[in-house]
């Protein structure tokens, strides 16, 4: 029978696997997106070849920054000694399900805005460094989910749960990561999304810039509204103490209330990125209808939330009713 | 890295109440509206046709703002809610900012320094509509598509509190996570200027003009 500090171990090995195993998939994903887009347009127009290297690897370096988090989760899961407590096992997994999945998301969402930058540049090299910077500050934003995915990883590692009853602890402590983790995903490719389209619009007209990089700054913030929901639940199920119970169906109820907010913010995320998408594209033809373009957005993206804001409900209701 | 997580308090105790302050939030806050107040009253004191160099910051700073709101709202309602969200963006920009400094710590990275921002944005914004439609009008929305929709309505309401709230705090708590582990890891060289660049001033603007253009979409889609 192996004591409790070798299981703690094990699952800090595993979780550190998790965490940078399915971390790497995003950022790759996504870097390899915008190289392909950077050779279309070398192609395109060869004598711009330096410029849009730069741009292209300025976007891949933000696009990895997703994986970079989860590589530091992994890194402080292998190094850190974890106290020999049963309730540590839940904690590791925990933090590495949700770094590893919460970098997914925008690690290819932010390769969307890399790849329309390069292209936009050699299509029209006079607004590259208007480019630059809407490509940065869409990325950046994209960032957004891998960073609340962060936090949760991180809480969860240094806050102590030793005091707290094992039984219903462990399972809200799992749901905790899984609700984060899950609801990453969505938001952070839909911001790419939103933030691909505004590249475009900035090398279609480049006069346009500053309502477009507006506009964009909307969408994506209104997009990663379930990545906040999925935040939102893990802190309920982190800092509320539960009582301790025999039963196990209310550890179940609370593992589910994470499942279930993580996989239903994934859906409303990469649909209001279309949403996002499609307004930002169209006000870059067409500054002229701005305001009808915002609202159509906003009322679009609102409606698109509405199942996020059922799967958060039927979450309240698992941890506070059952 | 014992620091992570740690926060100093106060805890008042009134006749049953436990009041809790958390005395750095509290400090930083001060510092931030200490800073804002002699900044405003620097740019205003020599105000003059051909302006000095501080006038002529102050002045592109709330004609910038003013616009952003106009555009959104129109000329009547900017004039009456631009105040407000300039000061709005000029506090959390300074807040975000101020982590830069050594000893500082930013309001934002506290919880209660966000939600309170986006209480209080919630409440202007839904007085704002009961201003501009009527209380009648202004209730008849919840039940918009349909009667039964009305709790779901609500919940929608409150859940964009949370959102703005959220994801000013969740950006600038990550952020400054992310600069004290890998400043931990690194033994402190090279990268942290680079991180709080990044993290900092970067990110710490973007996010606080987010908010901003939040607050101003919230209040003109009650009004509207």
């Not at chain 1, 839940?90 to 890399?114: R, Y």
Request: with cysteine.
């Amino acid at each position: 029978m192996t004591d409790i500090q070798t299981w703690v171990n094990a699952s800090s090995f595993a979780s550190a696997g998790i965490a940078i195993g399915f971390g790497a998939i995003g950022a790759a994903v996504g870097e390899g997106y915008a190289a392909s887009q950077a050779a279309v347009a070398i192609g395109s127009r060869p004598e711009q070849s330096g410029d849009i290297l730069k741009l292209m690897l300025v976007g891949q370096a933000v696009a990895e920054s997703a994986s970079i988090f989860a590589l530091v989760v992994a890194m402080l899961l292998l190094f850190t000694q974890q106290s020999p407590h049963l309730i540590n096992v839940s904690v590791c997994l925990a933090a590495g399900i949700c770094m590893g999945f919460g970098a997914m998301g925008s690690g290819i969402g932010s390769g969307f805005p890399a790849a329309a930058a390069c292209v936009g540049t050699a299509r029209q090299p006079a607004a590259g460094g208007r480019l630059m910077t809407n490509m940065l500050v869409g990325s950046a934003v994209c960032q957004t989910p891998a960073i609340f995915s962060l936090v949760i990883a991180f809480i969860l590692l240094f806050t102590d749960f030793s005091d707290r009853p094992l039984s219903p602890t462990w399972a809200a402590i799992l749901g905790a990561g899984i609700s984060t983790g899950l609801a990453a995903i969505g938001p952070g490719i839909g911001g790419g999304l939103v933030a691909k389209a505004s590249c475009e619009g900035v090398a279609r007209h480049p006069a346009n810039a500053a309502p477009v990089t507006n506009l964009m700054l909307l969408g994506q913030a209104v997009t990663q509204t379930t990545a906040i929901y999925g935040l939102l639940i893990s802190f309920i199920l982190i800092f509320r103490i539960f009582p301790e119970t025999e039963t196990l169906s209310r550890p179940m109820a609370l593992l589910a209330s994470g499942i279930c907010m993580g996989l239903g913010a994934i859906g409303p995320g990469v649909g209001e990125g279309f949403a996002g998408m499609a307004a930002v594209d169209w006000l870059s033809r067409n500054i002229r209808a701005a305001g009808e373009l915002t609202r159509t957005m906003l009322v679009g993206q609102a409606v698109a939330e509405s199942t996020g804001i059922y799967s958060l409900v039927i979450a309240l209701i698992m941890i506070f009713v059952f | 890295m014992g620091e992570l997580g740690k926060i100093h308090q106060l805890l008042i105790h009134l006749g049953g109440y436990t009041a809790t302050l958390n005395l750095e939030t509290m400090i930083m806050t001060w510092i931030v509206l200490t800073c804002l107040i002699v900044f405003g009253f620097m740019t205003a004191r020599k105000r003059a046709l051909k302006p000095g160099p501080l006038q002529v910051v102050g002045e592109l700073l709330v004609a910038n703002l003013y616009t952003l709101t106009e555009d959104a709202m129109g000329k009547e309602l900017a004039r009456k809610y631009s105040p407000m969200i300039s000061a709005l963006f000029l506090f959390l920009l300074l807040s975000n900012w101020i982590g830069l400094i050594p000893v500082c710590e930013e309001p934002t990275k506290d919880l209660n320094t966000t939600l309170s921002m986006g209480s209080m944005v919630f409440v202007v914004s839904h007085y704002a509509g009961i201003r501009a439609k009527g209380l009648k009008a202004y209730l008849k929305g919840y039940f918009d598509p349909i009667f039964f929709m009305a709790p779901l309505n609500i919940i929608g309401e409150l859940a964009k509190v949370v959102s703005i709230s959220f994801r000013l705090f969740g950006n600038i708590m990550g952020g400054s996570i992310i600069v004290l582990v890998i400043t931990h890891l690194c033994y402190s060289l090279i990268l942290p200027p680079l991180l709080n660049a990044f993290f900092g001033l970067f990110a710490g603007t973007i996010q606080a003009f987010v908010f901003t253009m939040l607050s101003i979409v919230y209040i003109s889609v009650m009004v509207n």
